[in-house]
């Protein structure tokens, strides 16, 4: 992270969950917490429904489901758009079996404000790509959620996102490293605009490329901290997972 861009006193916690270090960061005013995650050696998973086929929902669900297995959530968080119903609005991949196809075209809301993008976990890595880039490499996604819009793309923020825009909501995300080993998540933790957010990646977490995952909606999980934010059922979650004392 570039310290040099993050204002006077930005950190003003940290905190090492051994599997993930999260911090409080403060840029042009307004508040985030952000989760750093190496992706190149922590498991990396996504969660949406439990082995009989039920929706999951909320971090306290993934947990149970993990207990199991001698697992649990070092951090997690909500990870792309979903219907009514929680389906994914766009291409999801869990444990390598397809659930949705990639949705190219544009569409109204958030998510048709194109470009889009999927974020996508693989062996030892984890890469956001835009859409139709996605398309065109067709990489081995062991997990991966579609979600919209990009913030950063290539290092240049989203076209379409305006400084002086008056849309702000909690909002959360996801950027990657170049080289796929660092995976960045941030939620707001003040409303902000998409102009904003997406600055906060590209000047500050220094992420080629980043996509947006929600707004309004954004919740967190982080064990070290005891944050576990609470709410309506989710669609799908990305998480951490680390082994159970």
Same mark, same amino acid.
């Given at each position: 992270?570039?310290?040099?861009l993050?204002?006077l006193?930005?950190v003003?916690?940290?905190?090492q969950?051994?599997? *993930?270090s999260?911090?409080?960061v403060t840029?042009?005013a307004?508040r985030y917490?952000?989760?750093?995650?190496?992706?190149?050696n922590?498991d990396?998973r996504?969660?949406?429904?439990?082995d009989n086929?039920d929706?999951?929902?909320h971090f306290? =669900?993934?947990n149970?489901a993990?207990?199991?297995d001698?697992?649990?959530?070092?951090?997690?968080?909500?990870?792309?758009m979903?219907?009514d @119903?929680?389906?994914?609005?766009?291409?999801y991949?869990?444990n390598g079996q397809?659930?949705?196809?990639?949705?190219a075209n544009p569409?109204?809301?958030?998510?048709?404000?194109?470009p889009?993008?999927?974020f996508?976990i693989?062996?030892?890595?984890?890469?956001?790509?835009?859409?139709? @880039?996605?398309v065109?490499q067709s990489?081995?996604?062991q997990?991966?959620?579609?979600?919209?819009?990009?913030l950063?793309?290539?290092g240049e923020?989203?076209?379409?996102?305006l400084? @002086?825009s008056?849309s702000v909501f909690v909002?959360?995300?996801?950027?990657t490293s170049a080289d796929?080993?660092?995976a960045v998540? $941030?939620?707001? @933790?003040?409303? $902000?605009?998409?102009?904003?957010?997406?600055?906060?990646?590209?000047? *500050?977490?220094?992420?080629?490329?980043?996509?947006?995952?929600?707004g309004?909606? =954004?919740r967190m999980y982080e064990?070290?901290?005891n944050r576990?934010? $609470?709410?309506?059922?989710?669609?799908?979650i $990305?998480? *951490?997972?680390?082994?159970?004392?």
């Amino acid at each position: 992270m570039n310290r040099a861009l993050v204002t006077l006193g930005a950190v003003l916690w940290a905190a090492q969950a051994g599997a *993930v270090s999260c911090e409080k960061v403060t840029h042009d005013a307004k508040r985030y917490t952000v989760c750093e995650v190496d992706a190149a050696n922590q498991d990396l998973r996504l969660f949406l429904n439990d082995d009989n086929g039920d929706l999951l929902g909320h971090f306290s =669900s993934v947990n149970d489901a993990l207990a199991s297995d001698g697992k649990r959530l070092a951090f997690a968080m909500n990870a792309g758009m979903y219907h009514d @119903d929680r389906s994914p609005v766009g291409h999801y991949v869990e444990n390598g079996q397809e659930q949705m196809r990639v949705i190219a075209n544009p569409g109204p809301g958030n998510f048709g404000l194109l470009p889009n993008g999927v974020f996508c976990i693989r062996e030892g890595r984890a890469d956001v790509f835009e859409t139709l @880039d996605f398309v065109d490499q067709s990489p081995d996604c062991q997990f991966a959620t579609q979600s919209g819009p990009m913030l950063v793309i290539n290092g240049e923020l989203h076209p379409r996102f305006l400084p @002086d825009s008056t849309s702000v909501f909690v909002r959360n995300g996801v950027g990657t490293s170049a080289d796929g080993t660092r995976a960045v998540f $941030v939620i707001s @933790d003040d409303y $902000v605009t998409f102009h904003e957010f997406g600055s906060l990646f590209r000047d *500050v977490l220094e992420t080629p490329n980043a996509l947006f995952f929600d707004g309004n909606i =954004s919740r967190m999980y982080e064990r070290a901290s005891n944050r576990s934010d $609470v709410g309506f059922s989710l669609g799908p979650i $990305v998480g *951490v997972v680390e082994d159970a004392p």
